[in-house]
């Protein structure tokens, strides 16, 4: 613990790390925080917090900050610091050079989640109307988009359908491919305490997580499923649901699609969908299958929470659009205690969705190619846009490679740690004439850029954050930013130096911008989250003041409820001699995504390195004991690991986190990634393992 003295002030101000968004008060002397204490009248919190939010801030001020701007001509010349002025000037003069040389088309962005809601469409916006292109794209491309296609598909709405409250309402809580006591700490502990007032619970997930046998909580089932089956498994489920009667029969008359939900009544009815029939393929015993589809279609209001264990996968959308249909089926959206519910990873993925990050999308989910809506964004922004949808992160890192796409500018993102198979990610950045980098310390990515603009962490800046549950909370300024500009600051300034005028003078004229524009926004306003203390989106005239708790309740958004088939199609990344174990991933409490916050602070104490998890009947097969190093090899490359024996594991999956660059996690993933959104199929990754010497 350290003493920093007595705060004189506090200011209300949201967690920065994952997708509960716990309010805090940030305690300070003078401009200096002393503590983070939980905000008790915080809605997503309500006074809990974790070791991440309370005590995990001091990356803030840590001595890796780089607080200069910095230009170099070569990835291999040293960094030479310079003034903001000259550091902008430089790379909208070399985005404009390279334009001209390789035509519009050949630059584009990237928005981060960690930034707020003003920044991230800022970024957007500058890409949209200052470069002319929709290459922008945002890290829940390798996290969340699956969902966002999903629940488009099914319900009409990119969004989980609840508030975090409603699970006190829920007598069944299914989990898939969630570990909410490492990620979600403080809805866990909600969660928890609804299973010990006597909630049933299901949890689905290759590892025995804490969830299914702890001193506090213990499963009802757990399907402990093989990495890559999701899709098989909810199908499976749905055909007791279906085949025993269980469904909703009048929900689904006055909800639903019809014919969609007749078709998919057929298709889920198929023997081969049997829990029998896919008992080969889960590896789930067919009459734990039947028992859990049971208990969640007559046991009451019956939730979903979900994670990336179900999106980062080749079927990632279609396990959601699979959740969808289960949850339609037996009646479970729209009211409290019910619903659908995907537990964001980082603390905006939700907003940079909302906000327009994706290539297709404007804010609000709109298509590009919407001529109505686009000519709205025109009048307002005051510029032709294009119609076409731009390059997704992969496609950018492709084109690279191919010598179409020349230059990036990536805000609060490390793309070379956290995307899969980072030897293809280098190789695609090496070949960049122009990459800016603005971060808070000169992360992996930063080894390949030529610019670098200091970012600014969320106690130096306003702006606001969107929760896992469409919660908008304020982010308050604590302290100057260290390198002198906040994150949307830097963006206005490109944007001007690159010829297309931002002239905002403080976030709250950016989020009036986006309320005025995004249906789904307009009853918006920093007045009204100063008065409320949060809003759930939507939140606009057909609205309560406060938004909107809980989603579809009188009706889809799009209408009719979609049923989607959900063809079961197995992974592409198959278990040979050579690779065989299946490697799969996932955080651990006091960490955070790639480390870059957490590895700064005091919480390295707890958990200083990736571990790689093994049963202990593979274990002894190779001769692995606890603490030995083994090394870990796929097809796409290979890393070094400490093993941890554990039964916590099945025979044949072996796990680690992907905290620390030095592990290697992405160097053995692949590029496999999901059919509809190019989500990266993280949790599926053939291996062999092997005791090797200490490195
Ligand atoms: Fe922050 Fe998430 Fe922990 Fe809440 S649960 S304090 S939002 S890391």
Redesign the pocket.
């Known amino acids: 613990v350290i003493s920093l003295g007595m705060p004189t002030k506090s200011i209300i101000t949201?967690?920065?790390?994952?997708?509960?968004?716990?309010g805090?008060k940030a305690e300070v002397k003078g401009e200096q925080v002393v503590r983070m204490t939980?905000w008790k009248d915080g809605k997503?919190?309500e006074g809990?917090?974790?070791?991440?939010?309370?005590f995990?801030w001091g990356y803030a001020t840590h001595k890796d900050r780089i607080t200069k701007p910095m230009i170099r001509e070569r990835i291999t010349d040293p960094w030479r610091e310079v003034s903001w002025d000259e550091a902008i000037g430089y790379a909208a003069n070399q985005f404009r050079q390279i334009q001209l040389r390789h035509g519009k088309d050949s630059i584009g962005g990237i928005t981060s989640s960690r930034c707020t809601n003003e920044e991230t469409y800022l970024v957007q916006k500058l890409v949209r109307a200052a470069f002319g292109n929709n290459n922008v794209d945002t890290c829940a491309r390798v996290c969340h988009s699956p969902t966002g296609y999903g629940l488009k598909q099914t319900f009409g709405e990119s969004a989980g359908t609840q508030t975090f409250k409603s699970v006190e309402q829920s007598d069944v809580i299914l989990v898939i491919g969630a570990n909410p006591t490492d990620a979600?700490?403080?809805?866990a502990s909600r969660m928890k305490k609804r299973i010990r007032a006597g909630a049933r619970l299901i949890v689905a997930d290759p590892r025995r997580i804490d969830l299914v046998a702890s001193p506090h909580v213990r499963a009802d089932f757990h399907l402990q499923l093989k990495p890559g089956t999701n899709v098989a498994l909810i199908t499976a489920l749905a055909h007791v649901v279906v085949t025993e009667g269980l469904v909703a029969a009048d929900y689904i008359g006055e909800r639903c699609d019809e014919k969609s939900f007749r078709e998919w009544q057929e298709f889920v009815a198929r023997e081969e969908n049997s829990p029998e029939a896919t008992a080969i393929i889960t590896g789930v015993p067919a009459d734990q299958v039947r028992g859990a589809a049971r208990l969640y279609a007559t046991g009451g209001n019956a939730a979903i929470y979900y994670g990336l264990g179900v999106t980062e996968h080749a079927q990632g959308s279609t396990m959601v659009m699979g959740i969808a249909n289960l949850a339609m089926a037996t009646g479970n959206v729209g009211r409290e205690g019910v619903g659908v519910n995907p537990l964001r990873g980082q603390?905006n993925v939700q907003g940079a969705c909302d906000m327009g990050s994706f290539p297709h999308e404007l804010p609000g989910y709109r298509h590009v190619s919407d001529t109505t809506v686009r000519m709205q964004f025109e009048d307002a922004w005051g510029v032709p846009l294009p119609s076409e949808p731009g390059l997704r992160i992969p496609n950018m890192f492709d084109a690279a490679s191919e010598g179409t796409f020349r230059a990036l500018y990536v805000q609060g993102e490390d793309i070379v740690q956290s995307d899969p198979n980072t030897q293809h990610v280098t190789g695609a950045l090496a070949q960049l004439e122009c990459l800016v980098v603005q971060d808070l310390f000169l992360n992996e990515t930063a080894k390949y850029a030529h610019v670098f603009l200091p970012g600014s962490s969320f106690v130096e800046k306003d702006g606001t954050f969107t929760?896992a549950e469409r919660r908008i909370s304020r982010v308050r300024k604590v302290m100057k930013p260290l390198g002198g500009l906040a994150d949307w600051e830097v963006t206005v300034k490109l944007s001007n130096a690159l010829g297309y005028a931002m002239k905002y003078t403080h976030p709250s004229q950016i989020m009036d911008e986006i309320a005025a524009l995004t249906p789904t926004f307009h009853g918006v306003s920093y007045a009204k989250l100063d008065k409320l203390g949060s809003v759930q989106w939507p939140c606009n005239d057909d609205t309560a003041e406060a938004g909107t708790p809980i989603m579809h309740v009188d009706g889809f958004s799009r209408g009719k409820g979609r049923f989607v088939i959900t063809q079961y199609v197995p992974s592409s990344e198959k278990v040979t001699k050579r690779f065989p174990l299946v490697l799969t991933t996932g955080r651990i409490l006091s960490q955070?995504n790639v480390g870059a916050q957490t590895r700064r602070t005091p919480n390295n104490e707890w958990h200083d390195e990736d571990r790689l998890e093994i049963h202990p009947h593979d274990a002894e097969e190779r001769g692995v004991n606890d603490g030995d190093w083994v090394g870990i090899a796929s097809r796409a490359g290979e890393t070094v690991l400490r093993a941890v024996v554990s039964e916590r594991m099945q025979p044949g999956v072996v796990y680690t986190t992907f905290h620390f660059p030095e592990s290697g996690a992405n160097v053995i993933t692949t590029e496999n990634s999901d059919w509809a959104t190019n989500c990266p199929e993280y949790k599926v990754t053939a291996v062999q393992i092997s005791k090797v010497a200490q490195p």
């Open positions: 949201t967690c920065a790390y994952c997708g509960v968004g716990c805090f939980p997503a919190n809990h917090s974790c070791v991440k939010g309370r995990a979600h700490p403080v809805f603390n929760n955070y």
